[in-house]
């Protein structure tokens, strides 16, 4: 069937195909037009721009919380000027206005994107920074804050990466004017990936796989111990050993949460517990 269509169009009629590309001109060529004017009309106002110029209307925008067009006012500098101060702060501002735009994605990828160029420049730590915001409001939808949903009950692997993050920048540049609020964060997200193993647990429970959530309370203890969560944990853990038949765990478990919360209400209802043989 190849070798017919080849031989066909060998002995096609040569004003016939004249005629065919005429035509398809005809029809394509207004909208050829169209865009070369609306391309003309946008780059007419900013061809003999400066830097600084595309710089500032991207900052106006970015504060009137346009970010969409402050991305294109940055990334246009950046295409037209690619050295020098103004790219290297524009590129900066890419990374913030995504993160602003609740494009998370687009905003780690310019971030790590200017760390990988710029790993000594002296505002390299504000990078880390836009990393860990990016990642802390990731995932988070318009009904979730519209409703206020448990943060603790999300999928954890965005909270685990920003805790990454602001641990790396507090580690990297502890005197960094951003290293208090990204440890303040950093101690947020220590208590809600514990509620989120927590609330593993608790479902564990809930299903009679006692192990399962002894182990994810236990992980909790060696991993997140100085959280809100650790009273919960020990209970949990003495309350599935006993219903286990771990009766010195349980007892070890409980003796630790006494003596540490002796408020929990954890400390009756393991006590008043009866487990079967």
């Known amino acids: 069937m190849r070798s017919i269509l080849i031989v066909n169009a060998k002995h096609m009629d040569t004003p016939y195909i004249m005629r065919l590309y005429t035509f398809l001109l005809i029809l394509i060529f207004p909208f050829f037009l169209v865009a070369c004017a609306s391309l ?4 007419k106002e900013t061809k003999d721009w400066p830097a600084s110029r595309f710089y500032e209307r991207g900052k106006e925008r970015l504060n009137a919380g346009d970010y969409e067009k ?42 790590d994107h200017f760390i990988k160029l710029y790993p000594r420049h ?12 990016a990642n802390f409001t ?13 943060p603790s009950e999300r999928d954890p692997r965005a909270a685990r990466e920003s805790l990454q993050h602001f ?5 990297l540049f502890p005197n ?3 290293a208090q609020d990204a440890a303040q964060r950093t101690l947020y997200l220590y208590n809600n990936l514990a509620r989120y ?3 593993v647990a608790n479902y564990y429970m809930r299903r009679g796989a006692y192990l399962a959530a002894a182990n994810r309370a236990k992980y909790v203890i060696e991993n997140y111990p100085t959280t ?29 949460l006494e003596m540490n919360y002796p408020q929990s209400p954890y400390l009756a209802e393991v006590r008043k517990l009866t487990v079967r043989n």
């Open 70 to 111: 402050a991305v294109k006012d940055f990334e246009t500098l950046v295409s037209r000027y690619p050295f020098g101060p103004y790219a290297q702060q524009a590129q900066l501002e890419i990374a913030y206005a995504y993160y602003k735009y609740d494009e998370s994605e687009s905003s780690i990828a310019a971030a």
């Open 167 to 171: 641990t790396q920048l507090v580690k």
């Open 40 to 43: 003309s009309e946008s780059e």
């Open 122 to 133: 002296p505002n390299v730590d504000y990078a880390y920074y836009v990393k860990g915001l």
């Open 176 to 178: 960094s004017k951003y």
């Open 138 to 150: 990731r995932g988070i939808g318009g009904l979730e804050r519209l409703f206020g949903q448990d």
């Open 228 to 256: 809100t969560a650790t009273p919960d944990a020990l209970g949990i853990m003495a309350k599935a050993y006993k219903l286990l038949g771990m009766n010195d765990l349980s007892i070890d478990a409980l003796r630790v």
């Open 197 to 199: 193993e927590i609330h």
